[in-house]
């Protein structure tokens, strides 16, 4: 039997047992969906499933580190939308639930960085999201700290963790990205340690103003898709630490 887990107008089905424990290793298949009941005999509206995942080490030791905050802007949504981050599936923590009448699934792979594709892959398959509901949300060292940019499509850019996304779907590109600035290393600073270092009590408060930001268009995203609302974010986010 299937039992649902309720979101305004919105379904979605899992296999009826316990309550979840923190981090369930889950062992049977899921299945999300959303819809519309039809009124007075009129269409059903169903709602494609989006897969919204971040980048970073699992472990208190990379907590609040510059690779982690695709890991921090999925604590965000998670809190925003009030879903429960407590379950394990293909090497991942997961949490079910929606944006609106959308059913999102958030996911923060736990086989670090360099392999987290192994989750995405699996997920995105189970799942049956296709590749233009596959949301992946990382830290980008081109941008400016604190900068966010929304792309429908794009390389790795020499990231590991996106490099093995696109490896475990079959090389393709074609998937939206939420690129979250960390900038540069000063000087001659080791990339790998200014990665895993944290960030300064200013590059701190940059990137919360950041996560907020990025949950609201996060949610135009899953709602609207990239339309001109996003256009006017990205360009937002491109000037906004320059003096008018």
Same mark, same amino acid.
């Given at each position: 039997?299937? =039992? ?5 107008? +919105? ?16 062992? +049977? ?18 709602? +494609? ?15 609040? +580190? ?9 604590? =965000? ?20 639930? &929606? ?19 192994? &989750? ?5 398959? =189970? ?72 960030? &300064? ?44």
């Amino acid at each position: 039997m299937l =039992h649902a887990l309720s979101a305004p107008k +919105t379904c979605i089905s899992c296999p009826r047992g316990p309550p979840f424990p923190q981090k369930r290793q889950v062992s +049977t298949r899921l299945c999300v969906h959303a819809s519309l009941p039809a009124d007075n005999g009129g269409f059903k509206v169903e709602y +494609t499933p989006w897969l919204i995942v971040g980048l970073g080490n699992p472990g208190i030791k990379y907590h609040g +580190t510059r690779h982690n905050v695709g890991f921090e802007m999925i604590d =965000h949504i998670a809190q925003a939308q009030r879903i429960a981050m407590n379950t394990i599936q293909s090497k991942a923590l997961i949490g079910i639930g &929606s944006i609106g009448e959308v059913p999102i699934l958030l996911a923060k792979p736990q086989a670090y960085m360099n392999f987290s594709g192994e &989750s995405v892959g699996p997920l995105a398959a =189970h799942y049956q999201v296709p590749l233009r509901h596959i949301l992946v949300i990382y830290d980008e060292m081109s941008l400016m700290n604190g900068v966010l940019r929304l792309q429908p499509k794009g390389g790795h850019g020499h990231h590991n963790g996106l490099k093995s996304v696109m490896n475990h779907l079959d090389g393709c590109r074609e998937f939206p990205r939420l690129c979250i600035g960390i900038g540069n290393p000063p000087g001659k600073m080791d990339m790998k340690a200014y990665l895993l270092q944290k960030f &300064s009590p200013i590059e701190r408060e940059q990137i919360d103003a950041a996560l907020e930001q990025g949950v609201e268009a996060v949610r135009t995203l899953v709602l609207n898709g990239f339309d001109q609302n996003i256009s006017r974010f990205n360009m937002g986010q491109k000037y906004k630490y320059h003096a008018v």
